[in-house]
């Protein structure tokens, strides 16, 4: 089976990839550490919990990670996600955080990954602060990782938080210029434009909710407050179509053949500049002198993405 951490901040479309991740036989998902992001953690840990009772699944351990960026000043995505990460639907079955782990993600993560060295993936559809953390605890994580699957960054300059920044990179752009300086292992990045060019027809989408299964209801329910933004929103921003972002790092993390064209180069992120803080840089000229380069997604094997995202309803 292939093991995988998963660090969100769920997040609608962290739901999507933890139940794509779920859905599969193939997956062993050893734990879910969860970051500040898209809402407080708080919510962040509640929503993953509601996600993992939908799925009957409520056994994977769920850790509690860092409450604010680095360095940065805290920033949500409640316009888009809903005030409590998870389009503001009430659930009055709600699992408590009772259920939640003592030990804190950061080292929850470092001991995942040392009891399996070589064998984990590591998925990241959140800032990247407890992936910072768990570097500089343990310089040697890397080095024991299978492979890192990033959703965040762009490879251009189009933005969807700030006038050229990306929402995770963006939030916390310390922790992000860490990972990339310091995560040598292979290193797979799903960016916001790759998202963009890669979104499914919104017909798709209604194909796939209106499956007649309590994760569809789940998923229809959470979601509707962001499909309907998200309709609205210019192509330019956000794609022409429904963009189910956190779901190709972790597809791509899950089945080795998704990708089917990708670019390999050194990478890292801006940390000043009046429009620029928390881009991501991209190195073709190799004058950052790095010998780690990641592969930049591009495409994807569009009909086996849509398979695995029906399949995480049914
Ligand atoms: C990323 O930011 C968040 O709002 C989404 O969950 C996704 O991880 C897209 O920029």
Request: proline residues 4%; hydrophobic residues 40%.
């Amino acid at each position: 089976k292939k093991k995988l951490v998963i660090d969100v901040d769920t997040g609608i479309d962290d739901a999507q990839a933890i139940m794509v991740a779920l859905a599969d036989p193939n997956v062993e998902i050893l734990g879910i550490t969860c970051c500040n992001g898209n809402t407080p953690v708080e919510n962040v840990l509640k929503n993953t919990l509601r996600v993992l009772k939908v799925c009957n699944r409520l056994d994977i351990p769920v850790y509690r990670g860092c409450t604010e960026p680095l360095l940065a000043r805290k920033v949500h995505a409640g316009d888009f996600h809903g005030k409590d990460g998870m389009g503001d639907v009430p659930d009055a079955d709600a699992p408590g955080l009772e259920l939640l782990q003592k030990e804190k993600a950061v080292q929850a993560m470092i001991k995942m990954i040392n009891e399996n060295p070589g064998e984990v993936s590591l998925v990241a559809t959140a800032p990247l602060t407890n992936l910072a953390l768990a570097v500089k605890l343990e310089p040697s994580l890397p080095e024991k990782l299978k492979a890192l699957y990033i959703m965040g960054g762009n490879c251009e300059s189009r933005g969807n938080s700030t006038v050229c920044g990306e929402f995770n990179f963006v939030a916390d752009p310390e922790a992000a210029y860490i990972v990339l300086n310091h995560y040598t292992c292979p290193t797979y990045i799903a960016t916001w434009e790759f998202s963009c060019r890669n979104c499914l027809p919104w017909s798709f989408c209604d194909d796939w909710l209106a499956q007649d299964t309590d994760k569809a209801r789940f998923m229809e329910k959470i979601s509707r407050y962001t499909r309907k933004t998200e309709r609205y929103q210019k192509e330019l921003v956000a794609g022409n179509g429904f963009n189910p972002c956190d779901t190709f790092a972790l597809a791509a993390a899950i089945n080795d053949t998704l990708v089917i064209e990708s670019e390999q180069v050194a990478v890292s992120v801006e940390l000043e500049g009046t429009y620029t803080r928390g881009m991501m840089v991209l190195d073709y000229l190799d004058l950052l002198n790095k010998k780690h380069k990641a592969f930049i997604m591009k495409k994807i094997d569009v009909e086996k993405f849509k398979k695995m995202l029906m399949d995480a309803l049914k």
